[in-house]
């Protein structure tokens, strides 16, 4: 990738590890394995490359506002990456194209792509959260938020963002539908083993904790 030696780029990838949060689940680890797989998919399906890359820096540059603020980080992210963009010197029209790509990114948004771009953004990010990455990527959610590994009381429902339930819950509110949401041929050839690969972890899980939590619902 030509564009990893432009002073520009470089500009933007030091501001966004700055606006980062410092979690296992999401922190700039995150940014950089949605860069590669957005690079992988767009090895396969075309698209602008440094738009590609560019967004998939910037993406969640306002988690910690989301987090800290109760902003939508898409829509704010749009907004920052917009003006960073500007600042590091790329033109007004990569700007706007980035900050519309990052706009539509968001899995509880159900925005529809409105580019190549968008849909392999969307792709890149949610293939972030499924497989073994997402696996890790869930718990350490979990724990961050104080949240159960498992609850045996709760009733999986409809995906609803900011609903606090336990880590093997949001595996079917959320997780194991990602794969049929990819927009992308390559994509939803990735995101097919990972999906496999999940239900073979949530097997086992459910194997290993059934003792326990027929006592829990007893006692």
Do not use: W
């Amino acid at each position: 990738m030509l564009f990893e030696r432009d002073p520009r780029f470089r500009r933007v990838v030091a501001a966004a590890r700055e606006r980062y949060p410092k979690l296992a689940s999401h922190g700039f680890s995150h940014a950089l394995r949605v860069l590669g797989n957005a690079m992988a998919i767009a090895e396969r399906e075309g698209g602008d490359r440094l738009v590609l890359a560019l967004a998939a820096i910037l993406h969640d540059i306002a988690y910690s506002r989301e987090l800290k603020e109760g902003v939508d980080h898409a829509e704010e992210g749009a907004k920052e990456a917009y003006r960073l963009l500007q600042q590091a010197g790329y033109s007004r029209e990569v700007a706007e194209r980035v900050a519309e790509v990052i706009r539509e990114h968001r899995f509880s948004s159900r925005a529809k792509p409105s580019s190549l771009e968008s849909a392999i953004l969307q792709d890149a990010d949610r293939l972030d959260a499924i497989g073994a990455i997402g696996i890790a990527r869930v718990f350490a959610k979990a724990g961050e938020d104080a949240r159960e590994i498992y609850d045996p009381s709760e009733k999986p429902g409809e995906y609803t963002r900011g609903r606090k339930t336990s880590a093997v819950t949001h595996f079917h509110e959320k997780l194991l539908k990602i794969a049929s949401s990819l927009n992308t041929k390559t994509a939803r050839e990735i995101g097919e083993k990972r999906h496999e690969f999940m239900l073979q972890f949530l097997r086992q899980l459910e194997e290993e904790v059934k003792a326990a939590k027929c006592m829990q619902l007893a006692l």
